[in-house]
């Protein structure tokens, strides 16, 4: 028949052969003649309706849009074609939604659906989506990312209503419900706590003693939205020293030699001398990745047998190794060659090394350089990856270097190769068949090129049949070194080729710049595939559509210049639609879409805060322990203007924030990091019946604290080492931007990391956010480091040790000690020794815990004098608050239990026999008297409590228990009120969970 009048149609295709196999194609066509592009945002829509034939928008044009919840928006376009409304917020953008215009069979007929968006979706363009919609932001943090069973732990968060990076304060008198959950997800801390009117809360709580190791979760709910963060319980040794690995240069040539520094230094400050190094270098492929807009290949592409498994994960493999000692100034110095061999790509060295000092603790870093093939990279992009045999087919070619910057004038010698695989199928020992294949590749065609001075080229390419080809550029650089790189493209023919079909819809957009202030304007390059005038719809995206208008485009190169405003933080989007109609150049209607992304710069939501110590550190000033800190806080906004805010402060030891990485984002990330695109974009030409229809006909023809002390004149014996020094969430600022804050530090001697995060949130302005960082150093001339186990049996022999160092710039008579009351001392407790300025020495005392050691607990002390000059200290590796080191004994588990009845009040003798040949020094005897065997039970009922999260397995192994104590308890007639309210509550909660 003739054409199809206007509307919806249904097709299936199919063939005798694959009907057998169940192969049918179906396919939902839209014969129109309006094109309907549908944006979908969380609060809005847009509809642009343009004529297939001209590509012109289509003004007057009656839309019905329908979504969730029957959400219904009549309205009719504008002079750009264009129909915009708004409707109540959505949880998520995969809510369904369709406009449509006029009705079937009138040539106003059209309609475009969420879900016609295959080959156009952020993924499809390498962008972050954001489609679930959160209404609230929740920021919560800790004051570190690691603790110890037993420490307190401290949290602050700050709530905002959000609305596309936009926030509004929490209504006064608000609270926040705060859970923490160990790791296996029993309840340890529940508490409501209120808002402030800058909207923060804070709290903390104390992890118990014996509290399990593994991974927390502080969760936070706020209305219906929760959110939280995580830290870690560990039983963990502060480090003393750290380690940086800094190679001379980050990227290097191939065949170049690598200087890497490894630099250790003590927290309290010095160097770590004489320490043994070992260091490793590994390899592993590295992938040239320049910021440049578009799909490009920048290596060889045309091997398929590269891959190999990796020696270590994430690092590839061992290729050198070596040791070495650090000097006076606790650096090492070695060199490697950067030979990366016949490696088919360029090679990431990653530079391992790991210090061991006096005391056998040992730390280990890494770094990493970049060793390049060749002074610079030959990128291919071919301009239509399924192309058609016998006609022209085009590859650019890009020539940069390690920056992605342009290499100019660079002479290439470009090639066209067929690829065929050569399949043979072969038959194992045991009879079973299966495929093998190798590869052959025959030059086509060769040419040569020399990219301009922007570093770019264009050659082209005529297929002569059908397959499989591969393109390849190759050039050297001034060093003799010979540079590869391939792409691929798929071209059809009038013979059977199997390959995957890419959908060909989309361009990439090319901003001037990755990153822009508000004020600044950024051009934005549209590389248009059409020949003459197209009609381009322009929106400015995020989670709103920000901007949008239409206009028409005369070339293919055309640039638009957008005007960057502070609302665009802290990034943006830009789409554009292009409408090509019918004319010489087009036999049928055709569309384009593109994206771009860059990053605004949030600084007019950004708060500047400075924190000023009392002493001059960058002078090497420093503080002692016990010594009071004074902190002078300013906080000021863009303009420099001071700002009422409230700042949260925290002050960890920095060697226990080496142990784990950061567990929550920085304040201004929190807020003002980037976003993914949250507007869903659909066409109906991806389902056009005539788009399809021409690819049919083209393929037809073959297209397609301690006490004070005297004792050898130290002042206080060190034993206080929190690793917290303090918390203060909530200092506020005054109308001057200014606030006071001191605190005093605790014993240990160490590198003090200040952290401070400020909020603040003028009348009728955005949220201002902002963080800052200081150190602060906390020594003494004269030091101890204690070298101890973490605990004792008795009969153990052990040799502790003391590490004094000497920071001054003279030598040190210096007389060290041990007091260990109870540890029988095998040489003499005081020793005295000389130490070299800016030197250390190590001096050992063998001790014994002997088998009738009375108590549990070992109090040791350290000490050391001379020159004036003093230290005390506790081991940092006992256990607070004393920092003792607990003595065990070995011991097992052993119950007995007997029964008996008086008949009348009295007394009687039960006696109790030891094994003959039990060591009275080792464990306990306990003796415990019940007045009945049911009372006997009741120690062992909470092992039948119900934890949050349990499966019907798991409930009913405690239901059963928990109904035959009740009634035991009724049928003896024991009088027991807590506990048979704590059992009905037990026995009801469980049937709740079951009916559940």
């Known amino acids: 028949g003739g054409p199809l009048p206007p509307g919806v149609y249904f097709l299936e295709v199919s063939a005798p052969e694959t009907r057998r196999q169940g192969m049918v194609n179906r396919h939902i066509l839209v014969v129109s003649r309006i094109h309907l592009t549908l944006k979908v945002a969380s609060r809005e829509a847009l509809v642009w309706a343009t004529d297939l034939a001209t590509g012109r928008p289509v003004p007057n044009l009656p839309v019905t849009l329908y979504g969730p919840k029957n959400f219904t928006a009549r309205g009719t376009t504008d002079a750009d074609g264009v129909f915009r409304t708004g409707f109540p917020p959505l949880e998520d953008l995969w809510k369904t939604f369709l406009a449509y215009s006029g009705a079937p069979g009138e040539p106003t007929f059209s309609v475009v659906h969420s879900d016609w968006y295959s080959g156009i979706g952020p993924w499809d363009f390498n962008l972050t989506s954001e489609f679930y919609v959160r209404p609230y932001r929740i920021h919560v943090y800790t004051d570190r990312p690691i603790y110890r069973p037993g420490q307190p732990v401290y949290f602050r968060g700050v709530v905002r209503a959000e609305d596309d990076a936009r926030y509004t304060l929490p209504s006064a008198g608000e609270t926040v419900s705060v859970t923490v959950r160990d790791d296996q997800g029993a309840e340890i801390y529940q508490e409501t706590l209120p808002l402030s009117d800058l909207g923060t809360f804070n709290g903390q ?45 980050d990227q290097v040539l191939a065949g170049d030699r690598i200087n890497v520094a490894v630099q ?57 190794d070596g040791t070495g000692t650090t000097d006076e100034q606790g650096r090492f110095v070695f060199t490697v060659p950067a030979e990366i061999g016949d490696a088919l790509f360029s090679q990431q060295f990653t530079l391992e090394a790991t210090v061991t000092d006096v005391t056998d603790q040992s730390v280990s870093n890494r770094a990493q350089v970049l060793v390049h093939k060749g002074l610079f990279y030959i990128g291919l992009r071919v301009q239509q990856y399924v192309g058609v045999e016998g006609e022209e087919q085009s590859v650019d070619i890009r020539t940069v270097d390690w920056e992605g910057d342009p290499v100019a004038r ?59 080809y591969i393109i390849k550029a190759e050039g050297t650089d001034a060093k003799g070194n010979r540079i590869l790189s391939a792409t691929w493209l798929w071209v059809s023919g009038r013979e059977y080729v199997s390959w995957r079909q890419e959908n060909n819809d989309r361009i990439y957009l090319i ?25 381009a719809l322009v929106t400015v995206e995020r989670g709103h559509i920000l901007r949008h208008w239409v206009q028409t485009l005369e070339g293919n190169a055309e640039t638009i210049d957008l005007p960057i405003t502070a609302e665009m933080a802290p990034n943006a989007f830009v789409s554009v639609v292009l409408v090509k109609g019918v004319d010489e150049t ?23 805060v400075r924190i000023t110590p009392d002493r001059d550190i960058t002078k090497g000033e420093h503080y002692g322990p016990r010594e009071t800190v004074n902190l002078n806080i300013e906080v000021t906004d863009a303009e420099g203007k001071p700002v009422e805010a409230e700042v949260g402060l925290a002050v960890v030891d920095k060697s226990v924030l080496t142990l784990a990485p950061p567990n929550a984002p920085s304040i201004v990330e929190a807020f003002y990091g980037r976003r993914g695109l949250g507007v869903r974009t659909a066409d109906n030409l991806s389902i056009s019946v005539d788009r399809i229809s021409v690819r049919i006909a083209k393929e037809a023809k073959g297209g397609g604290g301690g006490a004070e002390m005297a004792v050898m004149g130290a002042e206080f014996i060190r034993q206080e080492f929190p690793d917290t020094a303090f918390w203060a969430p909530s200092v506020r600022t005054d109308a001057r931007g200014r606030a006071t804050v001191s605190f005093k530090l605790p014993d240990q001697l160490t590198t003090w990391h200040i952290e401070a995060r400020a909020v603040g949130q003028p009348q009728g302005l955005p949220l201002l956010v902002g963080q800052t960082e200081l150190e602060i150093l906390s020594t003494k001339d004269l030091l101890v480091r204690p070298v101890t186990p973490r605990f004792f049996v008795v009969g153990d022999r052990a040799d502790l040790a003391a590490v004094v160092h000497n920071n001054t710039d003279r030598s040190l008579e210096v007389e060290v000690s041990l007091e260990a009351p109870g540890l029988r001392m095998l040489g003499e407790p005081r020793q005295r020794v000389t130490i070299p300025a800016k030197g250390k020495v190590r001096v050992e005392w063998p001790v014994e815990v002997p088998r009738d050691f009375a108590g549990d607990r070992a109090d040791l002390v350290f000490r050391a004098q001379g020159g004036g000059l003093s230290d005390a200290t506790k081991p940092p590796a006992g256990l607070p608050p004393d920092q003792y080191l607990p003595v065990y004994r070995y011991s097992a588990l052993e119950i007995v239990g007997t029964a008996g009845q008086l008949a009348e009040a009295g007394s009687t003798l039960e006696a109790i026999v030891l094994p003959p040949t039990i060591d009275t020094t080792q464990g306990d005897l306990t003796i415990k008297l019940e007045p009945s065997l049911a009372a006997g039970m009741t120690g062992g009922l909470t092992y039948l409590e119900h934890f949050p999260y349990e499966c019907t397995e798991q409930l009913v192994s405690k239901f059963l228990p928990n109904v035959l104590t009740y009634r035991a308890l009724k049928e003896v007639g024991l009088a027991k009120p807590e506990l048979e309210a704590k059992l009905r509550e037990l026995v009801s909660g469980a049937i709740q969970k079951l009916y559940q």
Not at 463 to 468: A, H, I, L, Q, T
Not at 523 to 532: A, D, M, N, T, Y
Not at 586 to 607: C, I, M, N, T
């Open 511 to 535: 901003a001037d710049q990755r990153e822009y202030r508000p004020g600044e304007t950024a051009k934005i390059l549209i590389p248009s595939p059409f020949q003459g005038r197209v009609t």
């Open 205 to 249: 709580f104390t992890l118990a003693p014996e509290a399990g190791l593994g991974y927390y979760y502080i969760e936070v709910a706020y209305r219906k939205q929760t959110d939280g963060v995580g830290f870690q319980v560990a039983m963990y040794r502060r480090p003393e020293f750290q380690v940086t690995v800094t190679p001379e240069k």
């Open 410 to 468: 660079v002479p290439l010698t470009v090639t066209l190769n067929r690829r065929e695989w050569l399949n043979v199928q072969e038959e194992d020992e045991y009879g079973n068949l299966y495929w093998t294949w190798t590869v052959s590749d025959t030059v086509v065609a060769t040419t040569t090129v020399t990219t301009d001075n922007r570093g770019e080229a264009t050659v082209s390419f005529v297929p002569p049949s059908g397959g499989s």
């Open 264 to 320: 250790a230094t003590y927290f309290f400050g010095g160097p770590v001398a004489g320490a043994t190094v070992r260091w490793t270098l590994m390899t592993q492929d590295a992938w040239f990745r320049p910021d440049v807009p578009g799909w490009w290949d920048w290596t060889d592409t045309s091997r398929w047998d590269w891959w190999a498994p990796q020696e270590v994960p994430g690092y590839g493999r061992v290729i050198a």
């Open 586 to 608: 087009s036999p049928v209607p055709a569309y384009r879409l593109g994206y771009v992304s860059f990053a605004v710069s949030p600084e007019k939501q950004e708060l500047t």
